[in-house]
């Protein structure tokens, strides 16, 4: 059983920051290609971010120099970290990966969500 789950969210001024964190457990052969989306309400999934296992990021375009995501191989985890927020980055954040499993299979797996709510 693979588990994703999110923390850090929560409410934040406009302008401030906050640190994403998404913790992998399971039985866990590799993680390849970890992802943060996002889902503002009456919105779809929008990529945020994404992060390769050795660290080639990639990320929406409105989210370039305010968004940093980095992870920690040894850790099994990935971070998000978000500044100079804004009200429209108001969403659930969700992680997401890529993960071979130690019974060989290659799925792609989602965390639970957390809440950012930007607002003053």
């Known amino acids: 059983q693979v588990q994703l789950v999110e923390s850090g969210g929560g409410l934040v001024q406009p302008g401030g920051s906050l640190r994403l964190s998404c913790v992998v457990s399971?039985?866990?052969?590799?993680?390849?290609?970890m992802r943060w989306y996002r889902q503002a309400p009456g919105e779809e999934h929008e990529l945020v971010a994404s992060i390769t296992s050795v660290g080639s990021t990639n990320y929406a375009d409105s989210m370039k120099g305010r968004f940093i995501i980095s992870r920690d191989n040894a850790k099994k985890t990935v971070y998000l970290q978000m500044n100079s927020l804004k009200p429209e980055d108001t969403a659930v954040y969700y992680c997401?990966?890529?993960?071979?499993?130690?019974?060989?299979?290659?799925?792609?797996?989602w965390g639970q969500g957390t809440q950012v709510t930007v607002s003053s």
């Open positions: 997401n990966a890529d993960i071979s499993t130690v019974q060989g299979y290659l799925r792609n797996y």
């Open positions: 399971g039985s866990i052969f590799s993680i390849n290609v």
